[in-house]
């Protein structure tokens, strides 16, 4: 297993001498895992690391527990420990949205704010093999495109690392088990109230039954092949964007009309949001109605006409230019 994760941080570059890690520890077997392995490599590999553990207020004492249980290890191990409670649910109902989707944007936030207040530059999450394979059948669910079928990613934007990615789950409970970690378990993670769940517990299980019993692995292939074409599909569009590009600034990148009026749809609509990711820093907000609304109002180039896709954003064609206009 530790074997595992060594590869796996050689194969990705997830890890380089001198990084400075946060890791977000539950005390669940995964990131209890995550922690017993990198704490053992940190030394051999010249990295540090930082534990936070985030109390999301849902289970009461068991969640107090296991904020104990996280933080006796680290006193153990001599390792930087930091807490933060944070009330996921007042959270999902304050911005409506599903305590699912709270309790990660209150995780990140703290991690985050443990990343700066250590000086460190990257956040490791013990996200495995299954959970991959879970995000992207949530993903076809959802009817993603090619780019949600890739799951999670061992490495985002540099910053973001995932160094049990090529673990299984039950790989990493035989770990705990030979270890004698003595994990905590969320029972939560049996209700299949959740969506992830769901799949978790019943929509795999029965594949594996009635199909494939080795359903996971033949995701996971796939995933590999989708990003290996996603990864060419997207240094052509880069290449295209640095062609057609006429000039970006601060809020405003300009583009050729009539060159990108040429090309095909599908390096139209990645150009597009590689556009938007320039502005933004992010895609989120846009839609792939969106993205064909602009490219119709590009075909069409008739006089100056513009179209917002929403508040933030200003498509506008004038004197055979394509402006994207952050408002």
Known sequence: MKQKVIETIEKYNLIKSGDKIVLGVSGGPDSITMLDILKDLKETMNFEIYVVHVNHMIRGQDAINDQKYV???CNKNNIEFYTKAIDVQEIAK??????????????????????????????ATAHNKN??????????????????LKGISPIRDNKFIKPLIECSREEIEKYCEIN???????????ENSYTRNKIRNIV??????QFNPNIVETIERLSEVISSEDEYISEITQKEYE???????????????????????VIKSRLILLVVKNIFGSIQGIEKINIVDIIKLCKNNIGNKFLMPNKNLKVMI??????FIKI
């Open 204 to 209: 795999i299980p029965y594949i594996k039954e």
């Open 71 to 73: 933080e006796n290890y």
């Open 243 to 265: 062609k057609l590009l006429i000039s970006k600034q601060e809020n405003q990148i300009e583009i050729q009309l009539k060159e990108f009026n040429i090309l095909d749809n």
């Open 180 to 190: 004698k970690l003595n994990p905590c378990i969320d029972k939560t993670n049996f």
């Open 94 to 123: 304050s911005k409506k949205i599903g305590v699912e989707e709270a309790g990660r944007i209150a995780r990140y936030e703290a991690f985050e704010e443990i990343l700066k207040k250590t000086n460190s530059n990257k956040i």
């Open 318 to 323: 004038k004197d055979k230019k394509i402006y």
């Open 131 to 148: 959970d991959k394979v879970e995000t992207i059948i949530m993903h076809i669910l959802r009817g993603s495109g090619v780019s949600g």
